[in-house]
């Protein structure tokens, strides 16, 4: 299986966790909340969907009205078809969910996993983000020592686009060290209210945000500024 497919198999089983769908609800979520399927194929969903059935993590609910016409050629059906993810199904995305190697934090699939962290236990969330957050590290260390080499050799407008780059890696590294800073602080702050062993063992594996970052609304004055009217 492919990076590719994989990671839409993973955010079709969040997607359908959260409630059950036919296609073209699917497709409208994948498009709109999951950014990154904002390129992908459609014609690549309806396969999808039928090998998840078939390996039993999906079942498929006939009737109502007729379904995206599109799916159809596809599908070789028009009536509608509801898609609910079976036991199996679930359990199969709990263990997608705590996998934190490589593979939770590439280009391809770290949108995908960070979409569905809401669903996902606070320590594998601080894995994944520190994982990474290591890997930008790396990249932009190579970026600097590449760009010292070249800088002599690169003319104006290709120098300017390796700096756009690393300028890019730079802030979603400043963005990872905020989103970690705010696991750490919420992991802090629930160990230190815990009552009881037993309790703080359930609070750790819970799905509850650490509480993200909070970003002042930039068309809102600033109460503390003097000038704001």
């Known amino acids: 299986m492919s990076r590719r497919s994989g990671i839409l198999e993973f955010a079709i089983l969040g997607l359908l966790r959260e409630s059950p769908m036919h296609g073209y609800e699917l ?7 999951l950014g990154v399927f904002r390129a992908f194929s459609y014609g690549s969903l ?9 390996n039993g993590w999906l079942i498929e609910e006939s009737g109502g009205a007729a379904e995206d016409p599109l799916a159809a050629p596809l599908t070789g059906r028009r009536a509608k078809i509801v898609y609910r993810l079976t036991a199996e199904g679930k359990e199969h995305f709990e263990e997608l969910l705590s996998q934190t190697g490589p593979d939770a934090y ?24 520190e994982g990474r957050r290591s890997r930008l590290e790396e990249r932009l260390e190579k970026m600097r020592s590449s760009l010292a080499r070249t800088r002599e050799r690169l003319d104006d407008y290709t120098l300017e686009l390796q700096r756009h780059g690393m300028e ?16 750490r602080s919420g992991r802090d702050r629930q160990r230190s209210s815990s ?15 650490g509480g993200l970052p909070r970003h002042r609304d930039s068309t809102r004055p600033d109460p503390s500024d003097d000038t704001a009217t």
């Open 195 to 209: 009552t009881s062993s037993e309790d703080a063992a359930q609070q750790d594996t819970s799905g509850e945000t």
């Open 27 to 33: 497709r409208k979520r994948l498009n709109t909340s």
């Open 106 to 129: 590439e280009d391809e699939t770290f949108a995908a996993r960070f979409a569905f962290f809401g669903q996902t236990s606070r320590d594998v969330r601080m894995r994944v983000l």
């Open 168 to 183: 890019s890696v730079e802030r979603e590294v400043r963005w990872l060290n905020e989103l970690i800073e705010s696991e």
């Open 46 to 54: 309806y396969p999808c969907l039928k090998t998840l059935v078939a």
